[in-house]
């Protein structure tokens, strides 16, 4: 079963974040579901609200001040653990299916590319292998080739 880390900032954001906690850990699927939410030091409710939701796979990082989306979301970045990573603003509401959806796309690419690669290698094989043999074959006719193994 993979892991997605759900990875959130928020800065007084007590409206929307229980709604938004809903929508992530409700979330359809086959894989496991980890949420770290750094707080940005929001001087509303945001944490209590936060904290009153009593799941496991919840993380709260708070900083003491306002440093900014950017420095919470790097510092988000750091604790970030599992096989995918999705990133979520503090007033969005998702679908149930969202993660299901982007991650059998994402699988999907995934099995294209390898599929493409592989035919990439044959090709580069086979083309690899030609010139070898044509090499081969002149280096013989020429009287340039000497077995060692005779």
């Known amino acids: ?8 900032s928020t800065y007084n954001g007590d409206k929307y974040i229980k709604e938004q906690l809903n929508s992530i850990l409700t979330q359809r699927g086959d894989y496991e579901l980890k949420v770290l939410i750094r707080d940005d030091g929001s001087t509303d409710d945001s944490c209590s609200v936060i904290e009153s939701i009593k ?3 919840i993380k709260l990082y708070r900083l003491e001040q306002n ?9 988000g970045f750091q604790k970030v653990t599992g096989a995918y990573l999705a990133r979520i603003d503090s007033d969005d509401i998702w679908y149930p299916q969202k993660l299901e959806k982007q991650i059998k796309e994402i699988e999907k690419q995934i099995q294209q590319l390898r599929k493409q690669e592989n035919e990439i290698a044959q090709k ?3 083309s690899d292998i030609q ?3 044509e090499s081969f074959s002149k280096a013989i006719d020429a009287g340039k080739y000497i077995d060692v193994y005779a």
């Open 1 to 8: 079963m993979d892991k997605i880390c759900v990875l959130m």
């Open 55 to 57: 799941d496991p796979r």
């Open 67 to 75: 440093e900014h989306i950017s420095h919470a979301t790097n510092y």
């Open 124 to 126: 580069t094989e086979s």
């Open 131 to 133: 010139k070898a043999q």
